[in-house]
């Protein structure tokens, strides 16, 4: 009995640290990415040999680890739909035995802590660190910034709690709730993490449908259209010739001292605008058949299918609810991985289910930096300060924590929710859910709609030459003689 004993906590004990092990490499492999990225869109002139590099290189890894966070965040209910499926089709393989249901759930609660830990206190921490400049009358340095960023941190954990306090009193006004107003761990914090798993959910609600139609104009932008009714070589001359204008009156601007300052920088922008048209044109008549007339397609498409499946799933999960109660979103606590599959086609629909998450968090990104209210955080290549930084990680953080909760509430997974992420007090409100995936369902159809209707109204304007009808009507620049966006000069 002993021996057995002793084999038994050695096999814990071993499978506690195989557990640790891969934890680390994964965030290791989180952290590196992340800190490519940063680096990348970092302000090179912030890289300074004095105590403002002390604080920006701070800041720099904590925002590399809130990134590492926000990664983890978003590959974290694939990686379990997936290892389900692993574990359902090879039950019995030693190779994968490490993939287990502890390991999954640890990585679940690692993934809630680190995101409470980045958003409530290293992230706040890193900003007032980074606008610090320590207290009137003491003496300038580190030390002095690190203890205004403390006082800092205290007074906005103070006016947090304060807020927690009252909304929740008012909300539950009973004993038991009155009871557990005192209990910070078990009540606060959990409360706390799901008001903003709220807030992180409604701003995936806005960002998403608006981030499903801008990626067509993205990818539109990205890859060459088909040429259809245009004639290139036309517009090439049309551009050409409205080059060597403006750079004949360039010519001339400089020449003349007093006419020089913000008329020559507005001609330089208007012949770097003509450039860069031009070079999209030249790009466009270059491009091979197949590039213009079936990857073009083809990429529309797929964007088109994934929407579609997207809203047809929400538009069943809502069936579902009004139907049947185990529809709706819930945590748990059973630890027993690759016991049953949640994917009607097996291994199939897992893997749309995967590529729609990442269809999802990717929109919502994009959909998130082309509100006008957030545009201000769009990153720049080596041109973003650290506080723009430290607004991206939060944001971002806040969008990948509610990623699963959004999936497991639209009905895009039937994976249930573990950890802590399944605690959350509004995923038991019928109303509230059946309301998200209403409004998910109908503001992406009118998203779409208003897109592909705006662009296919736009395409027929062109093709039958009447846009250039609207430019006339429209009032011109005598001065400047800007574009069309088909590259003809506007009718002065």
């Known amino acids: 009995m002993e021996e057995d004993d002793v084999s038994i906590r050695e096999q814990n004990f071993h499978s506690q640290v195989r557990e ?31 105590e403002d590099a002390v604080v920006n290189r701070i800041s720099l890894y904590l925002c590399t680890f809130t990134l590492a966070v926000s990664g983890g965040a978003v590959f974290l209910l694939p990686f379990s ?32 802590l680190f995101s409470n830990l980045c958003l409530f206190v290293l992230m706040p921490f890193a900003y007032f660190f980074l606008e610090s400049e320590g207290f009137a009358g003491s003496k300038k340095g580190i030390r002095a910034r690190i203890l205004e960023t403390f006082v800092m941190l205290f007074l906005l954990a103070l006016l947090i709690l304060g807020i927690v306090w009252v909304a929740s009193a008012l909300i539950d006004n009973d004993a038991a709730s009155m009871e557990s107003l005192y209990d910070l761990w078990e009540f606060y914090l959990p409360y706390l993490y799901s008001c903003i798993s709220l807030m992180g959910g409604l701003l995936l609600l806005m960002c998403t449908p608006v981030g499903l139609s801008r990626m067509f104009t993205i990818m539109g932008q990205l890859l060459v259209k088909p040429t259809i009714l245009e004639d290139l070589d036309e517009q090439i001359y049309c551009i050409h010739l409205q080059e060597e204008a403006l750079q004949r009156r360039l010519n001339g601007t400089c020449s003349h001292a007093y006419t020089r300052g913000s008329s020559s920088h507005q001609l330089n922008r208007e012949l770097e605008t003509i450039r860069t048209l031009k070079n999209k044109l030249e790009r466009r008549k270059k491009a091979s058949g197949w590039e213009k007339n079936l990857l073009y397609p083809i990429v529309m498409l797929i964007l088109l299918a994934g929407t579609t499946i997207s809203v047809l799933m929400v538009v ?9 109660e ?8 059973d630890r027993g991985i690759g016991n049953t599959s949640l994917s009607t086609f097996g291994l199939a629909q897992a893997v749309l289910e995967i590529i729609l998450m990442f269809y999802l968090m990717v929109s919502s990104v ?51 929710l573990l950890g802590d992420f399944g605690r959350f007090n509004w995923l038991g409100n019928f109303y509230i859910v059946l309301s998200y995936n209403v409004l998910f369902a109908v503001v992406t159809t009118l998203c779409l709609v208003r897109k592909f209707t705006s662009a296919v109204r736009e395409e027929l304007l062109k093709a039958l030459g009447l846009d250039k009808l609207q430019l006339s009507n429209s009032p011109t620049d005598p001065e400047s003689g800007k574009l069309s966006a088909n590259g003809h000069q506007k009718t002065l």
């Open 20 to 50: 640790y092990i891969i934890c680390f490499l994964l965030f290791a492999v989180l952290y590196i990415v992340s800190y490519c990225i940063i680096t990348r869109y970092k302000r090179k002139s912030d890289d300074q040999e004095d």
């Open 81 to 112: 739909i997936i290892s389900n499926e692993i574990l359902l089709s090879f039950p019995k393989n030693y190779y994968i035995q490490w993939l287990n249901g502890s390991l999954i759930h640890g990585l679940w609660n690692l993934v809630s």
């Open 316 to 324: 069943f999960n809502i069936l579902y609810l009004l139907v049947d």
């Open 326 to 333: 185990t529809a709706m979103p819930k945590g748990s606590t």
């Open 366 to 416: 994009v959909g998130f930096y082309s509100l006008r209210v957030f545009q201000g955080l769009t990153p720049r290549n080596d041109d973003t300060t650290m506080t723009t930084i430290i607004g991206c990680c939060v944001s971002i953080l806040v969008l990948s924590s509610a990623l699963p909760v959004m999936s497991r509430t639209l009905g895009i997974t039937r994976f249930d």
